[in-house]
């Protein structure tokens, strides 16, 4: 797709039609179920990309962990695959893209607070992983409307039933089957698609689409039998007696609701299951919803432009140090050129060079619409979470941090750079690589990730772009969490019994580094007033 037809779209276009047009989603699963190919077959299916592998290569590989070269080049690749649009049916499809290494599970997380919908991917043999389970979490605290893709059916995995059970288990939600496996592994013959009543044949297909559909009058029709066998035809009759028995049939407004989420069956890497999957996400998906804000709730059809900046990604080149901010639109018109309202900083930007990106490709765009999401060249006066208004005074909520998992005291080696990594620390957490606390009171720095990757990221990252040395030291601390309490009297005997475990975060909120799972019990215990939250999140409760 050219940028010059984008352009063309953008500009010819009104407010509620491109609304009506988008539909801003993100891809998540745990490593290794099929995310990127999945995210590629989308991408051929829409015309974007037309050889695969394309997306693939641009994956952050598990053996990247010490290769800092590798790293960076995946992070500069990453860029352009940030955001991927293209055309299908009259629909402007945008698929945020998410790190796929669960060391960058937080950028994920944040991407999530941008994207109107999203498709869960399963790998049929593991069915729900430690990651899916959390970034199930983060999509149930916005209600965030949920398809399920079950992949790799080609290979031998779980019953069918039984995965659908684990989903509703673990992941607290109602599942409702779509398609239906016939077989798996070595006998898997297709799905039969239970509202479209027709039947998809697998064949073994890397490039091509499955084009094997056959429309059946009803269970009955001898064609069943006759293409899959009559023991199949059989299962298959039955399984969907006690489908329509245990499931309610599909009500899509539970599905924007979040409340359930329909299931497809496929195998990502055969191109099997991939279509009806993208025919149903357009007819069932939400276009652009609005968001929260400290003040408001802000519809995408409110006149005055509105965003907010999910992920900073910084520049690969150390010699340039300017950043690309992701504004995702939430109301109004963004212009090029046009002054808008940087709310934290109380100051006005334009800016002349705004970019859309598209699966292949950067292009300066001159207007964007709510769902879209523009790259804003960046000098240094962005953080994650900034608003940018046409002059109105409100924050958008929700862009949480959890509790990070691994954390390390930052030491400085070199006294004469204490500046330079002061800047540099803090600018590589305004970018969301890693949260910082500082000890109270005092200056000590406590790193927290995720994962260890981040780590070697930023210390490669300080000598490279700051100049500045540093070493990390492990601490031992199992979680942290932000205090909130009516009782100032709780909270002042807490400050004075915990001293040497408190801090502060970026934003001057009050943490408690705890140091295992029963310091933290006792603590809850013993301080019945305060409140111990486990993600940044609870601001949205104010
Ligand atoms: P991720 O982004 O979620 O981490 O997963 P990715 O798409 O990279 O897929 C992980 C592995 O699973 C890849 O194999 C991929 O080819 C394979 N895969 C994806 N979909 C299917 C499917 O439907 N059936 C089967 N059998 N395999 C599937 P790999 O060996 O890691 O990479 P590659 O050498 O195949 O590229």
């Not at 009058?217 to 299962?235: H, I, K």
Request: hydrophobic share 40%; with cysteine; aromatic share 10%.
């Amino acid at each position: 797709m050219d940028s010059f037809f984008f352009n063309e779209l953008f500009t010819t276009m009104s407010n509620a039609d491109a609304i009506a047009k988008r539909r801003t989603f993100g891809i998540i699963a745990h490593p290794d179920a099929g995310k990127t190919t999945l995210t590629e077959k989308l991408l051929l299916f829409g015309g974007a990309i037309q050889t695969a592998g394309a997306v693939k290569n641009n994956k952050i590989k598990k053996t990247a962990t010490s290769d800092f070269m590798e790293i960076e080049k995946q992070r500069g690749i990453s860029v352009a695959t940030s955001v991927m649009a293209f055309e299908y049916r009259d629909k402007q499809v945008n698929i945020l893209d998410t790190p796929g290494h669960k060391d960058f599970a937080e950028d994920t997380y944040r991407t999530l607070t941008a994207v109107d919908s999203v498709i869960l991917v399963i790998d049929c043999a593991n069915g729900v992983e430690t990651q899916t389970e959390k970034l199930m979490e983060v999509c149930r605290m916005r209600n965030t409307p949920v398809i399920i893709f079950v992949n790799k059916m080609d290979r031998e995995g779980k019953d069918a039933f039984s995965l659908l059970d684990e989903l509703e288990e673990k992941l607290s939600l109602k599942v409702r089957p779509l398609t239906w496996p016939i077989g798996m592994g070595d006998r898997f013959k297709g799905v039969y698609n239970i509202y479209g009543k027709s039947l998809n044949l697998f064949q073994a297909s890397k490039t091509k689409r499955a084009e094997d559909v056959v429309s059946i009058d009803s269970l009955n029709d001898p064609l069943l039998d006759e293409l899959v066998t009559p023991q199949f035809g059989n299962e298959l009759r039955e399984e969907l007696d006690i489908i329509d028995g245990v499931y309610d049939p599909f009500d899509r407004n539970r599905y924007l609701n979040g409340e359930v989420a329909p299931v497809f069956f496929g195998s990502a890497v055969n191109n099997f299951g991939v279509q009806e999957l993208l025919d149903t996400f357009i007819d069932i998906s939400p276009s652009p919803i609005g968001r929260e804000s400290d003040s408001r709730f802000v519809e995408p059809d409110d006149k005055k432009f509105s965003g907010f900046v999910f992920k900073i990604h910084a520049n690969l080149d150390p010699k340039h140090r300017d950043r690309i901010a992701f504004l995702r639109i939430v109301s109004g018109k963004f212009e090029r050129n046009k002054f808008y309202h940087h709310v934290r900083l109380d100051k006005n930007f334009k800016f002349p060079n705004p970019t859309s990106f598209m699966a292949q490709e950067k292009s300066v765009i001159d207007e964007a619409f709510p769902g879209d999401v523009v790259g804003l060249y960046d000098t240094g006066n962005f953080k994650i979470g900034d608003t940018l208004t046409e002059g109105e005074d409100m924050m958008f909520k929700g862009i949480p941090s959890f509790s990070p998992e691994i954390f390390m005291e930052l030491e400085n080696l070199d006294p004469m750079k204490s500046k330079q990594l002061d800047k540099g620390i803090h600018q590589l957490t305004d970018e969301g690589v890693a949260q910082m606390f500082v000890m109270q009171p005092g200056n000590r720095k406590i790193v927290g990730t995720v994962g260890m990757l981040q780590f070697e990221v930023i210390q490669h990252r300080l000598i490279n772009e700051y100049g500045a040395n540093c070493r990390f030291t492990p601490k031992n601390y199992y979680k942290a969490c932000w205090l909130t309490s009516d009782s100032t009297q709780q909270l002042t005997d807490f400050t004075r019994a915990k001293a040497n475990y408190l801090a502060k975060d970026k934003d001057g909120n009050l943490v408690f580094l705890a140091e295992t799972q029963f310091l933290l019990t006792m603590a809850e215990q013993d301080y019945p007033e305060i409140e111990f939250h486990f993600t940044s999140e609870f601001k949205l409760k104010k």
